[in-house]
């Protein structure tokens, strides 16, 4: 972060001095965006700060005061204690009211470490949250403005909730999260189980959960996945997924990376290198020794990132299924109106994924061919004959999906076989150096 005495704030750090210049020679001018910068930095704009009037602004900004149908109140105390950060000062062009505007760069600290980036993202844009919202009140025919946390609390699907210190399929039933498809009793105890928002972890009875606890978790299930994801296949545990640090409101918090688009112009040795790692980490979550079969149902540009050490990332979980191998999963069958209600389509869409055993072998691999890899290997490279023209053939195989499981499997192999020998053993690449310099592995 900064390298001498400095003012940090809530939105970033400045020397001391420019601060004190800003003040005295820009007094009287103070723009709104400005102003809503203050409240957040440092509590006012007024020299005897007052405190209330940041706490509502954070609160709001938050979304705490929609809690709890929000996501989790976990790393709040990070937020007031100023350990999280934004990166750069909220400006009138940072887009701070932006109804499109759903994540920011930042930095996080704690006791064990120093600052390093992280990524604070709202579950939805705050454009959809305020669709959301009136959607909810509009079910219990309030207008446009009610009590969210208590027209929720109502419904039947939460009281089933309330009664019941299982989670079970049937309480799940018609949410459009991409990994609740398909839900296995097996899926949903390691949701519980590995649910930290809550004080007591590990088991998968909720009688330890409260009422606001439950209705966090289903709020969360409704609305964005990702969370969970992050916290059921932690990156500690090997899993392709960033470090989750939890949730304040209807903002989460997970380790910052580097966008893989930034990456595409990048020489043909680490563009080979992204595209093998991927390849390896579709492969490896369809086949782990849980037996969850994981899937991509969407896949986007935005979806992987890297880290400065080479390696890569599943930034965006939200669109990811699960099915598991072990239990198996119940028959599609047609919802009936009970399954449909206002938790049904919070996400701003009420698009169901298509049933579990519509799912191909190679759905994610011919997703990840055709919207990601294509932009990595590209027909230049072919021409200045540094991409053998077999590579160009295999991802043309793996991007088609009339090809038969068969064929597309063999390219992948081909096309992972070709892009080894091309990956340098280098310092760069830290995530397996000096490791590739003794094993033919890497």
Request: glycine share 6%; with cysteine.
């Amino acid at each position: 972060m900064c390298s001498c005495k400095v003012w940090r704030g809530f939105g970033g750090c400045h020397y001391g001095a420019v601060i004190l210049e800003f003040f005295t020679g820009m007094a009287g001018i103070w723009s709104e965006a400005w102003t809503l910068y203050l409240i957040l930095a440092f509590g006012s704009t007024d020299p005897s700060p007052a405190p209330q009037e940041a706490l509502d602004f954070r609160r709001v900004f938050l979304g705490l005061d929609k809690c709890n149908a929000c996501t989790g109140t976990s790393i709040c105390k990070k937020f007031f204690k100023d350990e999280i950060r934004f990166e750069r000062w909220l400006t009138a062009q940072s887009n701070l009211s932006s109804a499109d505007v759903r994540s920011y760069e930042g930095n996080y600290t704690d006791s064990t470490a120093g600052w390093r980036p992280v990524v604070l993202s709202y579950v939805m844009s705050p454009h959809l949250h305020q669709i959301s919202d009136n959607s909810i009140c509009a079910s219990a025919g309030k207008g446009k403005s009610c009590s969210i946390e208590a027209v929720l609390r109502a419904t039947s699907r939460f009281q089933s909730w309330v009664r019941s210190n299982l989670l079970l399929p049937s309480m799940v039933k018609g949410l459009v999260t991409p990994m609740l498809r398909c839900p296995s009793q097996r899926l949903l105890d390691r949701i519980v189980r590995r649910y930290f928002e809550v004080t007591d972890v590990g088991s998968v009875q909720m009688k330890h959960f409260s009422e606001k606890d439950k209705l966090r978790l289903l709020y969360t299930l409704a609305v964005n996945q990702q969370p969970l994801i992050l916290q059921m296949f932690p990156g500690t545990e090997g899993w392709p997924f960033l470090r989750y640090h939890g949730s304040c409101g209807r903002m989460m918090v997970w380790a910052g990376s580097k966008p893989l688009r930034s990456l595409f112009s990048s020489p043909l040795e680490r563009r080979a290198d992204i595209a093998y790692q991927l390849l390896h980490i579709t492969q490896s979550l369809s086949s782990n020794s849980l037996q969850f079969s994981l899937f991509y149902t969407k896949v986007s540009k935005d979806m992987f990132g890297a880290l400065d050490d080479g390696r890569v990332f599943i930034v965006d979980a939200s669109t990811i299924g699960i099915i598991d191998l072990q239990e198996g999963y119940p028959p599609d069958e047609d919802l009936i109106p009970e399954h449909l209600d206002v938790f049904s389509c919070l996400s701003g869409s009420c698009e169901r994924s298509p049933p579990c055993e519509t799912v191909r072998a190679t759905q994610s691999f011919n997703l990840l061919c055709k919207h990601v890899i294509n932009n990595l290997l590209v027909p230049n490279d072919v021409q200045s004959g540094h991409l053998p023209k077999e590579a160009v053939s295999a991802l043309v195989i793996c991007a088609d999906q009339s090809q038969s499981d068969q064929r597309i499997i063999a390219a992948i192999q081909t096309l992972k076989g070709i892009l080894q020998t091309l990956r340098p053993c280098s310092t760069l690449y830290g995530y397996r150096y000096p490791e590739c310099l003794y094993s033919d592995k890497f």
